[in-house]
């Protein structure tokens, strides 16, 4: 199947960073369709062999693993070209088109790595140069807007020029292996199906953490926090997938039907809960093994009066019948104390305990994002002790874990997040891309702390770098009689 993939933004930090190297990673294994042609599009002026050049030089920065031989990269630049463009140029997507017209690929997709406030524009560009064929596909990175409404002005303009099922709005952590393992857990296996309501689970956890700061992205943090950043796409798709009913079938729509349930059914926000039930925080001077780093005001591009929160720690639930009651918390943050992303289902303990247990902690799987990628199923059991421990009821219980590395047991099996959506689009596959009307119900749903924040003159609560945020934020969660995972 030919295929020309354009890569708007094409010698910006996103196509360097996450999407070449997953490129060259499929044209490695050998998935990448044959017959295929990436184009990077830039305002650059650049010839074809000094852009190859430059995406070679960036390759020195990506993971050892992931670096292609002098040889192997050789191959892959043969399918790299460069097109010089003005995105505000209408003569300049008629250039395009005419490059695309020689060819006449079987698909063409227009890959938007670029500012949010260019995707109007691109989509307009495209359709008036003629390149929004059936044939056509365009990917468009997160955030999608920065509120409901300028979320809805960009669906309504792309919707003008393309069809729903021509648009492929990305979120990479849906692509992330542990996310599809956790689709084939619950919905291609019987063993927790029965367990996975509110009888059985006390509660469930999601948490993204970071120990980077901002870095260089100071400025466009500034108009962006955590909220908008991480909790209104990665936190919530994260919970859908945890929450959802199983869909009818594998399609895509069926999947994006169950998942928008979901996210109708959040408990909306009232005065109260937007006080008792959220904690926004922003890191100041700390430690980062064991070196000092500066807070978020002294970072390059930062407001040194900055409100923009890095941390966010909310409480909110399902209000179903499979959910009604069982509290879902989400955390994400900069700074913290690691690189962490994971999500923690909690069982309740057994109704009558016929045993002491060393542990205070019941049951849990724990889904590990990253850095780790696999399956925990934490359990008790008799401790070796035992044989020493005198013949009564009382025997102690110790916990004890079952632990699926993914990385172990696949290898070099594994197919990164970006590379397989990636695939993906080329292959026409939407399972995994954000439907609009889900989209648009997320910001619906997080609005209201977007307007709180704005009117609460008192800004977020500080927290060291190095440490898991503000101290409210336990506190938040053992208001429920709980406490985050690595509290217990």
């Known amino acids: 199947m030919s295929f020309d993939l354009v890569l708007f933004g094409g010698t910006g930090d996103l196509v360097w960073r996450k999407l070449m190297p997953a490129l060259f990673q499929a044209f490695r294994h050998g998935t990448l369709p044959a017959g295929g042609r990436i184009i990077g599009v830039g305002r650059d002026s650049l010839s074809h062999e000094q852009y190859r050049a430059l995406i070679q030089s960036r390759f020195d920065k990506v993971d050892l693993a992931k670096r292609p031989s002098a040889e192997e990269f050789e191959r892959f630049a043969a399918i790299l070209e460069f097109v010089r463009m003005d995105l505000s140029k209408p003569d300049d997507y008629a250039t395009l088109a005419a490059s695309l017209q020689e060819r006449k690929a079987n698909t063409v997709v227009m890959y938007v790595a670029t500012a949010p406030s260019l995707f109007t524009t691109v989509c307009e560009q495209l359709a008036a140069a003629g390149l929004n064929t059936p044939h056509?596909?365009?990917?468009?990175?997160?955030?999608?807007?920065?509120?409901?409404?300028?979320?809805?002005?960009?669906?309504?303009?792309?919707?003008?020029?393309?069809?729903?099922?021509?648009?492929?709005?990305?979120?990479?952590?849906?692509?992330?292996?542990?996310?599809?393992?956790?689709?084939?857990?619950?919905?291609?296996?019987?063993?927790?199906?029965?367990?996975?309501?509110?009888?059985?689970?006390?509660?469930?956890?999601?948490?993204?953490?970071?120990?980077?700061?901002?870095?260089?992205?100071?400025?466009?943090?500034?108009?962006?926090?955590a909220l908008r950043d991480m909790v209104q796409n990665h936190a919530l798709q994260l919970l859908c997938a945890i929450g959802m009913e199983p869909p009818i079938n594998?399609?895509?729509?069926?999947?994006?039907?169950?998942?928008?349930?979901?996210?109708?059914?959040?408990?909306?926000w009232t005065t109260e809960t937007l006080v008792t039930d959220v904690v926004r925080g922003q890191y100041a001077s700390g430690t980062r093994g064991g070196q000092a780093v500066p807070g978020y005001r002294e970072e390059p591009g930062v407001n040194p009066h900055s409100h923009t929160e890095t941390f966010v720690a909310l409480r909110t639930e399902i209000a179903n019948w499979r959910w009604a009651g069982v509290p879902f918390y989400i955390r994400t943050g900069k700074r913290l104390a690691g690189r962490d992303a994971r999500i923690v289902v909690n069982f309740r303990p057994t109704p009558h305990a016929i045993f002491q247990s060393s542990s205070q902690v019941g049951n849990q799987l724990v889904i590990n994002l990253q850095p780790k990628d696999g399956l925990e199923l934490h359990l008790f059991a008799q401790g070796q002790n035992n044989r020493k421990a005198r013949a009564s009821a009382a025997q102690t219980l110790a916990p004890v874990q079952l632990d699926l590395d993914f990385d172990k047991r696949f290898g070099s099996e594994r197919v990164g997040a970006y590379e397989r959506l990636l695939l993906d689009v080329i292959d026409g596959r939407l399972n995994l891309f954000v439907r609009s009307d889900e989209q648009?119900?997320?910001?619906?749903?997080?609005?209201?702390?977007?307007?709180?924040?704005?009117a609460d003159a008192q800004g977020p609560r500080p927290y060291a770098a190095g440490t898991w945020g503000p101290s409210a934020s336990s506190a938040m969660i053992a208001r429920d009689g709980f406490c985050w995972d690595e509290e217990s």
């Open 136 to 225: 056509t596909r365009v990917v468009l990175e997160k955030p999608l807007g920065h509120d409901l409404a300028s979320n809805r002005a960009i669906n309504h303009t792309v919707r003008r020029f393309f069809d729903e099922k021509q648009v492929f709005r990305i979120d990479h952590y849906l692509g992330k292996p542990a996310v599809q393992n956790l689709f084939a857990l619950r919905f291609g296996n019987a063993l927790f199906e029965p367990l996975w309501r509110r009888e059985h689970i006390a509660n469930i956890q999601i948490t993204i953490a970071e120990d980077l700061g901002v870095e260089s992205r100071g400025s466009f943090y500034e108009t962006t926090g």
């Open 250 to 268: 594998a399609h895509a729509d069926a999947i994006r039907d169950e998942k928008l349930k979901v996210l109708r059914s959040l408990k909306p």
């Open 440 to 454: 648009e119900e997320a910001w619906r749903w997080v609005e209201p702390l977007i307007h709180h924040w704005a």
